[in-house]
């Protein structure tokens, strides 16, 4: 888990700072205070700045007769309204945006020269857009998907872009399958169905056909899949880089975001009830808890292989359907990232973000990554008709804090205005400037790695990329016994929505049948196909038998129950004291608390008083929250057992095994709802109970209790 480092100032903190180290902040913080529109106390002007005298009328002959072509207000404001939506990301449309800070833990000279790397005072600006694959803009939050990472730090050396996800391999080796794979996971072409998810026919015809996709299918058919919270995810850079240093010597690396906020994930019927109840949960969840100072943050770490051994492992460092085991390689901790800010305008910033994995600066590099290779290209490609032409990268949230000046000129919504008479360069017209930058450490001019290639041109693959199975079955064994159910049902639910049996069939027997004969027994058992014999293919297997890493149920996060929201149910006659107790010992450990009461009204404490909720308990529904609090107050505790409304939300909460803490007096109604106590099922207040309470959250979900919750229908 994240070591002790020293805290970093808040992006408020730092604009006011006057250092030179600071500066490159205060310029990005700057660039878009420069672009921020501000029309409090303006009047309403028409895009030429003519001031609007009437914004309710279009002009026209005669008060009931037809509307005069003449009306530039009018024309002017729908032209602009017609054109207000740009197309949509191919893939990755969905998604939510915030800014914040990366500050490196120290010097990391002897593996990179990267000058954000190197100084733990200095603050590099980020902004971070996290996303879901397969569903458009509209698409709901929580559906089965893998979930885009992507930073960009806008280091004084330029623009780098770290374009993850929060799966650290993928479907395919080779980036010429990417639009075949896009349009196999995409909704159907006849229907548009299924939005957002990969519960059909095509999806599966594609992978069952190419089993370079079973390791990366079996994170997707995992709890990964499902994330509680986008502040909850493990993030991975998926290739193999290189970092370079100031000699010239490089290190193949993998890059990884730990959470501090743990590894958490909702259940799945948690998650298709988010996708009715709050389309927008997690994209409200990174917005609330930065909104409330819930800062998250993440550890950047890098697995390091020195040069040398490269080819010292079972599969292919360049292939990227391959972990390197944390087992194995450990991750090394660079620094740390914290989100502070939400966007002002999503459209401006959210949107409009364009990532690259090309954008580079020196001290990283790539490799020869197949998949990695035809990604430099794609990403500055699609931005020319998704925003308009070749200058995305004067956007304001594009623009890089380091200065970009060169000779490339003119095109679609160019807002330089570029002085002298030479963009060419060599020129002696304007002093041949801007120049070239020399390479090596004193000057930092960006060099490619210079790496030695004696081949054949061939379109042909590694066949040291040829393993596909070891991995994945490494993966589903180092599962804990429930993410393995998890797994299965995952398969189950989504292969039972296949229409063709020959593709149930095929995934079954040529994919899980190689992978693990328990998981394809289990899964062919559910779909009523006849069961598998063992797989086909000689699986080497890996050389662990398992990585701990790997299972979610080792990844609790060093922060406690800090930014975990925990409901309070009240009614009339509630014990205001009790109430105040929770709302102390919650505070106490920096957990979010929300009285729900029957409406939105205030309810009457036991002694009389008007006490506020938050919201509804049918507004804000059990799987919103991590936890439950029942307070004391006979009356209250009567109203909610008489309650179907609180009844539900009890019971659901139980089946999705959260922490539930009744006060002493709920005996009575713990007994009327059939529950019994266990470890997150607690009666009393004392601090034993809260003690108590707070460890089950922490642990984020009761999972002893699974056996007990099949029977409880919710
Ligand atoms: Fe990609 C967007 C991550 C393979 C082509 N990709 C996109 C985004 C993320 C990733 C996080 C959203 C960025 C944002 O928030 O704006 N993509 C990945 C990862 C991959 C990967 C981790 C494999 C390791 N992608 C990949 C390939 C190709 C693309 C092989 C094409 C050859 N990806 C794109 C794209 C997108 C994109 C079409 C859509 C919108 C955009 O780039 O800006 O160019």
New binding site residues.
């Given amino acids: 888990m994240p070591s002790k480092k020293p805290d970093a100032p808040r992006n408020s903190e730092v604009a006011g700072t006057q250092t030179p180290d600071r500066a490159n902040t205060n310029a990005k913080l700057q660039s878009l205070e420069d672009v921020r529109s501000d029309a409090t106390g303006q009047a309403l002007r028409t895009n030429q700045g003519v001031r609007i005298a009437d914004n309710q009328n279009t002009l026209k002959a005669g008060a009931r007769g037809p509307s005069l072509l003449e009306d530039f207000i009018m024309r002017e404001k729908i032209t602009h309204f017609d054109h207000e939506r740009i197309p949509e ?4 449309a969905r ?1 939510t945006g915030a800014h914040g800070y990366f500050q490196s833990y120290g010097k990391h000279a002897e593996l990179t020269k990267a000058g954000f790397l190197q100084d733990p005072e200095k603050i590099t600006p980020v902004f971070v ?1 996290f ?1 879901t694959v397969q569903g458009p803009r509209g698409s709901g939050d929580t559906v089965r998907d893998v979930r ?3 930073v960009k730090f806008y280091t004084d050396e330029g623009n780098f872009d770290l ?3 929060n799966m650290p391999v ?1 479907f ?1 080796q080779d ?1 010429i399958k ?1 639009p075949d794979f896009v349009h196999a996971v995409k909704p159907e072409p006849h229907n548009e169905m299924p939005t957002g998810g990969s519960a059909h026919d095509t999806f599966w015809d594609f992978v069952s056909l190419v089993p370079e996709s079973a390791h990366m299918v079996m994170w997707a058919m995992s709890d990964r899949a499902i994330p509680r919270s986008l502040r909850m995810m493990e993030g991975f850079g ?2 193999t880089f290189r970092l370079i240093n100031a000699e010239g010597v490089a290190s193949f690396v993998k890059f990884h975001w730990k959470p501090r906020q743990g590894v958490h994930s909702l259940l799945w019927d948690e998650a298709q009830k988010l996708a009715g109840k709050d389309t927008d949960f997690q994209r409200r969840d990174l917005w609330e808890a930065i909104e409330t100072g819930d800062y998250p943050e993440w550890e950047l770490g890098v697995q390091i292989v020195p040069e040398a051994d490269e080819h010292k492992f079972d599969f292919d460092l360049l292939d ?1 359907t391959k972990i390197i085991p944390e087992e194995l390689v450990p991750v090394t901790p660079l620094g740390k990232m914290v989100l502070n800010r939400n966007p002002d305008n999503f459209f401006a910033e959210t949107e409009q ?3 690259c994995p090309g954008h580079i600066v020196p001290g990283i590099d790539f490799t020869n990554d197949p ?1 990695l290779q ?2 430099l ?3 500055t ?3 020319i008709s ?1 925003l308009g032409g070749p200058n995305f990268h004067q956007i304001p949230i594009n623009r890089p804090v380091a200065p970009n000046h060169n000779n490339q000129r003119d095109a679609m919504h160019q807002h330089v205005l570029h002085k002298g008479r030479a963009s060419y360069e060599p020129n002696s017209i304007d002093g041949g400037w801007p120049k070239e930058t020399p390479a090596g450490p004193e000057d930092g001019g960006f060099e490619s790695y210079q790496e030695r290639i004696d081949a054949h041109k061939i379109r042909q693959r590694s066949e040291s990329f040829g393993d596909h199975f070891s991995q994945a079955r490494l993966f589903f064994q180092s599962m804990s016994e429930t993410e393995q159910q998890h797994i299965i049902k995952a398969y189950s639910f989504e292969l039972g929505k296949v229409e063709r049996e020959h593709i149930r069939a095929r995934e079954v027997n040529e994919i899980l049948a190689n992978i693990d004969l328990k998981l394809a027994a289990a899964v062919a058992a559910n779909l009523g196909l006849p069961a598998p014999k063992a797989g086909s293919v000689k699986v080497k297997g890996s050389q662990l038998k398992q990585s701990p890493a790997l299972s979610q149920m080792n990844h609790l996060g060093d922060v406690g129950i800090k930014g975990r929201k925990i409901a309070v149910l009240v009614a009339d006659g509630v014990d205001a004291g009790s109430v105040d107790h929770w709302r102390k010992a919650l505070e106490a450990h920096s957990a979010r608390m929300l009285v729900l009461g029957p409406t939105s009204a205030p309810v009457k404490t036991a002694d009389g008083k008007a006490l506020a909720v938050d919201a509804s308990m049918e507004g804000m529904p059990s799987v919103m929250f991590d936890g439950v609090i029942v307070p004391g107050g006979k009356k209250a505790l009567e109203a909610l057992a008489g309650s179907g409304l609180a009844k539900h939300f009890l019971l659901e909460a139980y089946k999705h095994l959260k922490a539930i803490g009744f006060a002493a007096e709920g005996k009575a109604l713990v007994d009327g709802l059939g529950l019994k106590a266990d470890k997150g099922l607690l009666l009393g207040d004392d601090q034993k109970a809260v003690d108590a309470f707070v460890k089950a959250v922490e642990g984020h979900r009761v999972w002893e209790r699974e056996a007990a919750a099949e029977a409880v229908p919710a």
Avoid: E, K, M
């Fill in positions: 990301r191919i893939v990755h998604g857009r996303s885009g990472f992507a374009v993850g996800n993928f395919i980036a990417f998926v290739h990227p973000v364009a990532f998949l035809g990604r290209f794609s990403y490609d699609t931005q998704r």
